[in-house]
């Protein structure tokens, strides 16, 4: 039966075994009948009593639906409260609705409410005296000491004590006024930033990105860094965070290669909490956000991580009021305990207007940082929405990870900064570090696939065809412009197409450079020396340091635009969004990419 708890019975007892805790049935019928009713009655005993002071799960599923009305600023009515549940697939609950209109038709008058209310509260009380009873006699029979006791005892005083002061009567509300001693006491300049420097504690942040930007991967990994210690985004390493983990969008076998691949496993999780389809009711309703705050106190989290919000909500995404209530109800309670939140989601049909949905999603947070991911491994996170103006704007990330056979080698996935150019050099098997060593062993730029090919097997560093093509545009792209910046006047627009797709002004109908043996490859010539390689542009220190740059423009070879930043200086001949394998090019194919940044 719905609306019975079946308590777990003790061999200790000897009173019977149809004993239960402590509960006034009576006085829940009533209040909840009358809560559906008055909301003056409602007001009166939301001072009183929580939700987990009614016993009965029936009465206290339509305390909650109630409460969730209210909030909305509407009237309640026992129809109202039927349709709201059936709206939610649960009528099974309160006995097909047979149980509110019963509890509504016999009901009390609303002065009555608040004394039914303490009796309700006294009862609660001594049930939750009972089941501390219970704790203490089941910590005795497994041998538990004297302090272990004691600590049982003192965290139970402790808790009652919060409660009676911020619970009931008008405290819980002066609670929330500011001591102006010492809250100038506290330096919030100060305050540390939690690892990878994305948000602060307490703070509350959405990371946003299309389906292949590999949100879900990106956040696990910092999650698990964070719960276990680790750095991130080259912070230095921090006390392990406890972290809630609520996932809707990922099937578990997918969330165990992940974390495998980070180098996790089931002695090295830390304080990582995970709930993997959570049988939370909606987190915009009163009783979602309900569940969520028990899991977080069940749990100790400091850090929940909400994936994939739409997948938590009841409401429609283009409506302001869902994201309201997904405020009201959830973020509020955490934001005021101080416990810090991060919700992923995704873009709209319009990426330049952020994420999917009302605009009203991005009022509350504190920061919103958007996951683009560029190909080849690269990705760009960047801060869109603050309050603070703390922290670094912009992260130009590589994401790396090795296949061993069909499953991904332990340890090997990670993101990483990509602050410098050079620091890719120094890791080997990159494209960086390949383009450094063809550069130092003096391999013309002009190289194409088999010549390359055959000096890396000469230098014993391995590469396969689709990076050898890689690394080749780019080295032959950098000495184009190279020649372009050494002889503007035979050319004074080289690189310019008649239109998107054709073949350049300047070059052969068939694409070849004089001498090409077949296309990619270009024939030597003798006795001509390799061109110097021209030295990186750096571009900052990834913690939003503007970087030097280059006073002359290249232009895309697609939209002939200016292509400056990153791009340019490694060599690309296109904007991202210009480039056939992930933009918007007339000739545009979509490039593989890994499975698991569907997520």
């Known amino acids: 039966m719905d609306n019975v708890r079946h308590m777990p019975r003790d061999p ?45 799960r029936s009465l206290q599923y339509i305390w909650d639906t109630v409460a969730g009305i209210y909030a909305t600023g509407e009237q309640c009515h026992p129809a109202l409260v039927r ?23 016999d009901t009390i008058s609303s002065t009555m409410a608040a004394p039914f209310a303490e009796r309700i509260a006294e009862t609660a009380r001594q049930r939750r005296y009972d089941e501390h009873g219970t704790e203490i006699k089941a910590a005795i029979d497994r041998g538990a000491d004297g302090d272990e006791l004691a600590d049982l005892v003192a965290g139970f005083q402790q808790v009652e004590q919060l409660r009676e002061s911020t619970g009931r009567g008008p405290s819980h509300l002066t609670a929330s006024l500011l001591n102006w001693g010492s809250f100038f006491d506290i ?27 590999g949100k879900s991967l990106f956040v696990q990994e910092w999650m698990w860094r964070m719960a ?60 979602g956000g309900a569940d969520l705050i028990a899991l977080v106190k069940a749990t100790g989290a400091e850090l929940v991580v909400i994936d994939t919000v739409s997948r938590f909500i009841a409401g429609l995404e283009n409506d302001a009021d869902t ?8 973020l509020l309670p955490l934001k005021r305990d101080r416990v810090a939140s991060v919700r992923l989601d995704h873009f709209g049909k319009d ?10 999603k991005t009022q509350d947070v504190d920061h919103v940082w958007e996951l683009t991911y560029e190909g080849s491994g690269e990705l760009t996170l960047k801060r869109t929405h603050t309050r603070t103006g703390i922290g670094p704007d912009r992260f130009h990330l590589a994401r790396h990870a090795d296949r061993d056979g069909d499953n991904w080698r332990a340890g090997s996935t990670r993101h990483v900064v990509r602050a410098h150019e050079h620091v ?19 391999v013309p730029l002009e190289a194409g696939n088999r010549i390359v090919k055959n000096k890396l097997a000469d230098l014993g560093i391995a590469a396969g065809s689709d990076k050898v093509a890689r690394v080749v545009k780019i080295r032959q792209t950098r000495a184009k412009r190279q020649a372009q910046e050494r002889s503007p006047e035979r050319s004074p627009d080289p690189l310019q197409e008649t239109f998107p797709g054709n073949v350049p002004r300047n070059g052969s109908r068939d694409g070849k450079a004089p001498g090409q043996t077949f296309p990619g490859n270009t024939g030597g010539t003798s006795g001509t020396p390799p061109v110097p390689p021209v030295p990186p542009t750096e571009w900052g220190d990834g913690e939003g340091t503007p970087g030097t740059g280059t006073t002359d423009d ?15 200086d490694r060599g690309y001949d296109t904007h991202v969004a210009c480039d056939p394998a992930t933009g918007s090019h007339p000739d545009h194919t979509h490039a593989p990419h890994d499975e698991r940044d569907s997520a």
Request: hydrophobic fraction near 35%; aromatic fraction near 6%.
């Open 351 to 360: 990426k330049e207007r952020g994420g999917r949905g009302s605009s009203a």
């Open 424 to 442: 890719e050099q120094n890791i080997p098997g990159t494209e960086e570090h390949i383009i450094l060593a063809l550069d130092s062993a003096g």
């Open 12 to 56: 200790a007892d000897q009173d019977g075994l149809n004993r239960t805790p402590p509960h006034d049935a009576e006085a829940e019928k009533y209040v909840v009948g009358i809560v559906m009713h008055s909301k003056q009655a409602y007001d009166e005993c939301v001072l009183l009593i929580k939700r987990e002071d009614i016993y009965n």
């Open 323 to 330: 994201w309201l209530s997904l405020y009201r109800h959830t």
């Open 554 to 568: 290249h232009l895309c070879t697609v939209c002939q635009t200016p292509l400056n930043g990153f791009r340019a």
């Open 228 to 287: 276990t210690g680790r750095s991130f985004l080259n912070d230095e390493p921090q006390a392990p965070v406890k972290v809630l983990y609520l996932d809707a969008e990922n099937g578990q076998e997918q969330v165990q290669e992940r974390f495998l691949s980070f180098g996790a496993g089931p002695t090295a999780m830390g304080e990582l909490r995970y709930a993997s389809f959570p049988p939370v009711r909606p987190l915009d309703t009163a009783g």
């Open 187 to 213: 330096d919030f300049g100060k305050i540390q930033l939690l690892p990878g420097k994305l948000m602060g504690p307490g703070q509350q942040i959405a990371v946003i990105g299309d389906g292949k930007a």
């Open 83 to 105: 349709a709201e549940i059936e709206k939610q697939g649960q009528l099974h609950r309160v006995e097909g609705g047979n149980l509110i209109y019963r509890l509504g038709g």
